[in-house]
């Protein structure tokens, strides 16, 4: 599956916990948490991670 597509994107921002995550499928699940390991080394990072601007920049 694909890390960045509308789904994904839409998912994360609207629900963004990984205690969430049992709610979702496997294949879901993982790419929730690769996300939100992107998400927390950005942020770590001293910056902001915005997934739907990196879904508009592949689109």
Same mark, same amino acid.
């Given at each position: 599956?694909?890390?960045?597509?509308?789904?994904?994107?839409? &998912?994360? &921002? %609207?629900?963004?916990?990984?205690?969430?995550?049992?709610?979702?499928?496997?294949?879901?699940?993982? $790419?929730?948490?690769?996300?939100? &390991?992107?998400?927390?080394?950005?942020?770590?990072?001293?910056? $902001?991670?915005?997934?739907? %601007?990196?879904?508009?920049?592949?689109?």
């Amino acid at each position: 599956m694909e890390l960045f597509t509308r789904e994904t994107a839409g &998912n994360y &921002n %609207s629900d963004h916990y990984a205690n969430n995550d049992h709610k979702y499928t496997k294949e879901i699940q993982e $790419v929730r948490k690769e996300i939100r &390991n992107l998400d927390q080394e950005t942020k770590k990072d001293g910056g $902001v991670f915005e997934c739907k %601007s990196m879904l508009n920049d592949f689109m």
